[in-house]
């Protein structure tokens, strides 16, 4: 509950320059890795994770791409950049919102002067008009699915609805191994109330018309990327709290009770 609380505040805004925002050096991003190199920066492995997403799904000028669970937008705004296509973001975080809308200017002015991006604040489980109203070529979730685990049909089913025909469904989540009464602890730190194995994913998809595609196995970047966490919260004196957050995913991934995975499904 601390670093949630932690996590929240200090990238909605509050503090300009924080210990927190250092450990992704500054980039925006709060989401797992994906390590091209062994060398590159946690920033640098949480933009490829994003540009990954992009590039498995054939995101291209003409896709229209919903983030869910957006945060500061700046993921969704370097896949227009990148890709070319338009993006709409959601928040449950107004504060984090208002920095993703304030960053798209900042975006025209330096990135790409025809960007097309909207962002709104809402829950998954109570989406606004203005998202729920557009069609979309591609819906992604980076990190944060494994809070809807416990209402997965509503969730899967409202995507369903807003993607077109073909369209791509993509989020970077957790999935367990041993039994729920084991990953007590896991389940706690990660604020989950319901955790799911891959199997029962798929048929969630399955059952709201989603067909699945594929998933990536990404447990060794999960681990170097919280090892890699866990050394720069020491040098930044983060409290053990905090560290054992990181601590926590790392373990129980190394021990394969959890997994952490790119899940790619098709409409």
């Known amino acids: 509950k601390q670093w949630y609380q932690r996590r929240v505040a200090i990238t909605a805004g509050i503090?300009?320059?924080?210990?927190?925002?250092?450990?992704?050096?500054?980039?925006?991003?709060?989401?797992?890795g994906y390590y091209k190199h062994d060398d590159e920066t946690i920033g640098?492995?949480?933009?490829?994770?994003?540009?990954?997403?992009?590039?498995?799904?054939?995101?291209?000028?003409?896709s229209h791409v919903l983030d869910l669970g957006c945060g500061s937008g700046r993921p969704a705004l370097d896949l227009a950049v990148k890709f070319g296509c338009s993006v709409v973001g959601l928040d449950l975080s107004p504060e984090q919102i208002k920095q993703a809308q304030d960053s798209i200017a900042t975006y025209r002015t330096e990135h790409k002067p025809d960007i097309k991006a909207e962002f709104f604040t809402g829950s998954f489980f109570d989406l606004p008009l203005e998202v729920t109203s557009?069609?979309?070529?591609?819906?992604?979730?980076?990190?944060s699915l494994f809070f809807a685990h416990h209402n997965l049909d509503y969730l899967f089913g409202q995507i369903a609805g807003?993607?077109?025909p073909g369209g791509k469904f993509l989020a970077t989540d957790f999935y367990r191994h041993a039994t729920r009464e084991s990953l007590t602890e896991?389940?706690?730190?990660?604020?989950?109330?319901?955790?799911l194995?891959?199997?029962?994913?798929?048929?969630?998809?399955e059952r709201n018309q989603l067909r699945f595609v594929s998933s990536e196995?990404?447990?060794?970047?999960?681990?170097?990327?919280?090892?890699k966490l866990a050394q720069k919260m020491t040098e930044l004196n983060f409290s053990r709290d905090e560290l054992k957050f990181c601590e926590i995913r790392a373990g129980f991934t190394e021990r394969k009770e959890v997994s952490f995975h790119i899940l790619f499904a098709e409409k």
Request: with cysteine; charged share 20%.
């Open 186 to 195: 896991f389940m706690e730190f990660n604020g989950m109330t319901e955790f």
């Open 15 to 32: 503090a300009t320059e924080t210990p927190f925002d250092a450990l992704f050096d500054n980039t925006g991003y709060i989401t797992v």
């Open 162 to 164: 807003m993607l077109k």
């Open 44 to 62: 640098q492995s949480a933009r490829n994770i994003t540009e990954r997403l992009g590039e498995i799904s054939g995101m291209s000028g003409e």
């Open 134 to 143: 557009q069609r979309y070529s591609h819906v992604i979730m980076q990190t």
């Open 217 to 227: 196995n990404m447990d060794q970047h999960c681990i170097k990327c919280h090892r």
């Open 197 to 205: 194995t891959l199997d029962e994913m798929k048929a969630a998809l």
